[in-house]
């Protein structure tokens, strides 16, 4: 392959790789603001119940902020590819900022659940943008050394955030979850700014708001089933069906919409590449069983082995230690051997092993047993998280990176949404059953309002209501992961069929040798710093 503009930093000379890793720690800044805001503000919120009163709106508090990233994530990558990167991720950075210091300073859940939704559709441009800047800067046969660094932030994130939230909430009060967000957006606006150079772009296109319009009901429709079912609704109740229905007309609509605009916001041509429609299809089943998992983990540690809640952060650290290690290994291969496939089916076949490992825990499983189940669930984890954004962005041309990364990015958070809505409902019936079958229907129909209790509340139960309790929840975390297991056989089995294609970036092609395996405009990638 030629040398163009967009060789890797470490290719260009000079003091420019300085630079690059600059803009990267920025980049890792705002991607930390990201994960970080929901582990923070959700260990503040009985706080904020308490002073703000609300509780019946809780939940909105989380659904507003979900609905509205999951909704703006692909138009935020559609406007970068359309008017340029940098400013468009700027002015995510400011909306997310300006979301954050209105929601710290909310005097009503009415307000706080507003401006959580303006914080939420600038983090929709958040993640997107890191991931697209990304791709701009660094050709994907070198991405991969820099696997570790993000896999780092996920592990700072999942383990910091609920420790941070609480010090936060306890010394200086749970509006400073929110603040917090100004000082670290702050540094990453200033260094982007300053250092992060990319190409001006200008498009006489028109935005596709039709087709921007009818993605967001759709994506609403589908995130508020996966919220309301088998909870505010019953699943066959006429608002959920309602819903579905919906969902499924204003997506064919916007299918129709898109096969005719000129510059439609989610170009369907992508998705003629046999390996990001798989590797879409892969990232959905990583998100539904990883997201879904996950938040039965803590539950399981802190209800059946007596972990304190405070620390839930640090339950999960053999996953993400596990997840950060392998991640930083495979990028590695990945940018010396430009070979990828193997390691998404390697993962897997990870993530199969681990979840049906952990549908073994029962009320006797030690936390070593349990955190070494984990660690092979996190290896897996570690092998697909970045390798799959790696094979959606090297799969399209790079005027398509941003709607690229955001299509990668949102079939993940919807896989999240059902994983969560789905493993949820089957939690909660199994735990209702487990209680029916011990302690008689009075049991089960206790439990039927959501199948959860505090360590302090379950210390407060008679010997045979709590031991039916923690047989109830091991017996709903057992079904979880077993169907957890069986469902990512389905991403092991479509790993299979993934092609080996050259990486961009990568050594230089023989002058015969056929390049139709590589995006057209290779050559078209821009100066990155």
Do not use: C
């Not at 030690?366 to 092998?383: C, E, I, P, W």
């Not at 697909?384 to 955001?406: C, F, P, R, W, Y």
């Amino acid at each position: 392959m030629a040398a163009t503009q967009a060789t890797a930093p470490a290719e260009r000379g000079g003091k420019q790789p300085a630079s690059v890793r600059v803009v990267l720690f920025a980049l890792m800044i705002a991607m930390l603001l990201a994960m970080l805001d929901n582990m923070i503000v959700g260990t503040a919120m009985p706080t904020i119940v308490g002073e703000l009163g609300g509780l019946d709106h809780l939940s909105w508090v989380v659904t507003a902020y979900t609905l509205a990233t999951a909704a703006s994530t692909p138009i935020w990558g559609k406007l970068g590819d359309m008017y340029g990167r940098k400013g468009v991720f700027l002015a995510s950075i400011v909306l997310f900022l300006i979301g954050s210091a209105l929601s710290g300073m909310a005097q009503d859940m009415g307000q706080l659940i507003a401006f959580r939704a303006v914080q939420g559709l600038g983090a929709g441009g958040l993640m997107v943008g890191v991931m697209a800047i990304i791709g701009d800067l660094i050709p994907p046969r070198e991405r991969g050394k820099y696997q570790g660094m993000m896999a780092g932030v996920m592990a700072v994130a999942m383990i910091g955030g609920p420790l941070v939230g609480g010090t936060i909430t306890d010394h200086l009060g749970w509006r400073w979850s929110f603040y917090i967000n100004l000082p670290l957006g702050a540094i990453a606006l200033a260094m982007v700014t300053a250092v992060l150079h990319l190409p001006k772009k200008r498009t006489q296109a028109r935005i596709d708001y039709v087709g921007a319009a009818l993605l967001t009901l759709g994506i609403t429709a589908l995130v508020l089933i996966t919220t309301w079912g088998g909870t505010e609704y019953a699943w066959g109740s006429a608002q959920i069906v309602g819903l579905g229905a919906l969902g499924v007309l204003s997506l064919a609509a916007f299918v129709l919409v898109e096969r005719k605009v000129s510059e439609p916001v989610l170009p369907l041509h992508i998705f003629r590449n046999g390996n990001f429609s798989l590797v879409t299809v892969i990232g959905f089943l990583v998100g539904f069983v990883m997201f879904g998992s996950m938040t039965f983990l803590p539950l399981f540690q802190q209800t059946v082995q007596g972990a304190s809640a405070t620390n839930s952060g640090l339950l999960l650290l053999p996953m993400l230690l596990a997840m950060m290690a392998v991640s930083l290994v495979a990028g590695r291969i990945t940018t010396t051997s430009g070979r990828y496939k193997i390691f998404v089916v390697g993962g897997g076949a990870l993530i199969t092993a681990g979840l049906f490992l952990l549908s073994l825990m029962d009320t006797g499983t030690s936390r070593f047993t349990s955190g070494a189940y984990m660690a092979v669930l996190g290896a897996g984890m570690g092998f697909l998280m970045q390798t799959t954004m790696l094979i959606a962005q090297n799969s399209v041309e790079m005027k398509d990176m941003g709607v690229g990364s955001s299509s990668a990015t949102l079939f993940r958070t919807i896989g999240g949404s059902f994983g969560v809505a789905i493993f949820g409902a089957l939690f909660t019936h199994q735990v209702q059953n487990t209680m029916t079958e011990r302690v008689g229907a009075a049991g089960g129909k206790a439990m039927s309002g959501g199948a959860q209790l505090d360590p302090s509340g379950l210390a407060q139960l008679p010997a045979a209501l709590k031991d039916a309790y923690l047989h109830a929840v091991a017996d709903g975390t057992h079904l979880v992961f077993l169907w957890g297991a069986a469902i990512s056989v389905i991403g092991f089995a479509a790993a299979w069929f993934l092609k080996e294609v050259p990486l961009r970036g990568g050594p230089a092609k023989p002058a015969d040798a056929p390049r139709d395996a590589v995006p057209a405009d290779e050559a078209k990638q821009p100066q990155g710093v």
